[in-house]
């Protein structure tokens, strides 16, 4: 399974409501993970099983989804938010996305 | 708290052999699937190998196979990747990860680099 993700770059503004997108190129079946990873770190799992939050991580994370497409929200942007986001499909496979670099305005 | 350690990275010529390790602890290891993951450089994450909690499974991407040996000593609590006859396109910080049952992984250490050049 093919994972496309969008934008490959988001710039927003401290606050701000934001949704990254992840597609599947065939169906997923609630079988997907989210994983942020800021610069020179390991990646932190943020989401699995497309909307069960991991232990630790602030609420102001959410996933949602079905089917091949998928979506991770911020609802309110924070500056320690600034990071590359990945989603991981592991129903048919183990594959990432590309990611999407998300920026402060 | 658990923590993962990658060592054994470093630079090797095309064709020659490198083995990384993964040192665990603040966890039961013995009850875990481990994995390795990698990521060339300004790339993105690429699934490289599984290993079953007992070591009895093994599971590969096709690239690796037949060149990559996942293992695992759970006396030891320490995960191993033998990379045989590397490639320039294995350069990448590799990592070592925790697999959970639905096979997603939910701890990740911090790499080790790997760089195959001549």
């Known amino acids: 399974i093919q994972l496309t993700q969008s934008p490959s770059l988001l710039s927003a503004s401290v606050g701000d409501r934001v949704t990254l997108s992840c597609k599947g190129s065939?169906?997923?079946?609630?079988?997907l993970a989210w994983y942020q990873q800021k610069l020179g770190e390991a990646p932190k799992l943020l989401i699995y099983?497309?909307?069960s939050l991991q232990t630790g991580i602030p609420s102001r994370f959410s996933g949602s989804g079905s089917g091949t497409d998928y979506t991770l929200t911020i609802s309110s942007l924070q500056p320690e938010d600034v990071a590359t986001y990945f989603c991981y499909q592991y129903n048919n496979g183990l594959t990432f996305g590309s990611g999407t670099k998300l920026e402060i305005k | 708290e658990v923590q993962l350690v990658e060592s054994g990275g470093g630079l090797v010529q095309p064709g020659r052999s490198l083995k990384l390790s993964c040192a665990a602890s603040?966890?039961?290891?013995?009850?875990?699937?481990m994995a390795w993951v990698r990521q060339a450089p300004t790339k993105g994450l690429e699934w490289v190998a599984t290993i079953s909690y007992d070591g009895s499974s093994t599971y590969y991407r096709d690239s690796v196979k037949g060149r990559f040996t996942i293992s695992r000593d759970n006396a030891k609590s320490t995960l191993y990747l033998q990379m045989d006859s590397l490639r320039s396109e294995d350069t990448a910080t590799y990592y070592c990860?925790?697999?959970?049952?639905?096979?997603?992984?939910?701890?990740w250490g911090p790499g080790t680099m790997v760089t195959v050049s001549s």
């Open positions: 099983n497309t909307n």
């Open positions: 603040g966890f039961t290891f013995s009850n875990y699937g």
């Open positions: 990860a925790r697999r959970q049952r639905y096979w997603y992984f939910d701890f």
């Open positions: 065939q169906n997923i079946n609630n079988y």
